[in-house]
């Protein structure tokens, strides 16, 4: 039987998210592709009792992570109804809807009619009643903002969520969901950008949004796709993502000059005391624009050594210089 570590507040810091009563860990963990069948039940237990017991309270999931689709929010259901039901105040869950569920019209997109089946259909999975964020996982060319927005305000007024957010919204689009959202009487709590070293997108606009809006940020993929990390310093290992068939990195994306620059930035990160991967998470976390950042983890091991990046969010003047010279260069 799980019991949880007493020292588990100790030592993860806390951060507002925007201008909500909402503390967030600076590291969340994000159940990803290493939560789907084709993964071990007791390795993702494993995973989620070493999250909690290192203050990580906060557990992102979306409808469609896995694989198959689903599979995630299942296997989180079991891991909370067996490990942790009795830490639901301690913990929030967030979840996600947007892309693509079953088939037919009503699968994906922002529609009134598949957002709120879409979260009816996660908390089944859960075995919650409610989630603490619900997500837009993305905006829809074709249905009205307002339709999307009006969902979400629903998912909150309905006790099915506490929270509204939105993901993959670009600087323009974060400015009327938010008016939206402000209008109809639940505000954007938080906005979920991908952003690290390789990807400020962010940096052109979002930021200053989110902070007009009095929201949040938890950015994803602050290792970009684990290329900010100790793998590829030497090319590419034949059992790397990038050696697969994954969509989101392959060998196109590590060039000569790519490992040149992952090599440059992890001699600073020595300097540092770090890890590559350590040093990537703690450079998105410089800036309060970011509430947190989520981390995949594959073990325990690899959990730890993320949360431990929290033990040096500092970066001196020069540090930052090396580094914007690296990455404009």
């Known amino acids: 039987m799980y019991a949880a570590a007493p020292g588990r507040y100790e030592s993860m810091p806390y951060r507002r998210t925007g201008r909500s009563g909402l503390l967030l860990p600076a590291v969340s963990l994000g159940l990803w592709h290493n939560f789907g069948t084709d993964r071990s039940l007791d390795r993702q237990r494993a995973i989620v009792h070493k999250a909690f017991d ?6 992102d999931l979306a409808n469609n992570y896995g694989p198959p689709p689903g599979a995630a929010e299942t296997a989180f259901g079991r891991i909370y109804q067996e490990d942790l039901r009795a830490h639901r105040d301690e913990i929030v869950v967030s979840t996600k809807a947007g892309y693509l569920m079953w088939p037919g019209p009503y699968g994906e997109w922002g529609s009134r009619k598949y957002v709120l089946s879409s979260l009816d259909q996660s908390l089944k999975r859960m075995g919650l009643e409610y989630v603490d964020i619900f997500y837009s996982h993305r905006p829809d060319p074709d249905t009205p903002l307002e339709e999307t927005m009006s969902a979400l305000d629903a998912a909150v007024r309905q006790g099915k969520a506490l929270y509204a957010g939105i993901s993959n919204y670009s600087p323009e689009q974060t400015r009327e969901a938010a008016r939206i959202l402000r209008e109809l009487g639940t505000p954007l709590l938080v906005h979920q950008p991908k952003y690290s070293m390789l990807d400020r997108a962010p940096e052109n606009g979002l930021w200053s949004e989110l902070a007009e809006a009095g929201a949040g ?24 993502r990038a050696a697969g068939l994954s969509p989101f990195l392959n060998a196109d994306n590590i060039t000569d000059d790519t490992v040149t620059q992952l090599k440059a930035l992890n001699d600073i990160a020595r300097e540092r005391g770090q ?13 309060s624009a970011v509430t947190s950042a989520i981390a995949g983890a594959s073990s325990p091991e690899q959990l730890a050594d993320s949360v431990a990046a929290t033990e040096n969010l500092e970066f001196s003047a020069e540090e930052l210089q090396r580094i914007d010279k690296l990455l404009a260069g």
Do not use: E
């Open 217 to 240: 940020s938890v950015v994803y993929s602050p290792l970009a796709q684990g290329l900010l990390t100790n793998r590829y310093l030497d090319g590419i290992p034949a059992d790397s």
């Open 54 to 59: 290192l203050g990580v309270t906060h557990f």
């Open 275 to 287: 890890s590559l991967a350590q040093m990537a998470l703690a450079w998105v976390l410089r800036d």
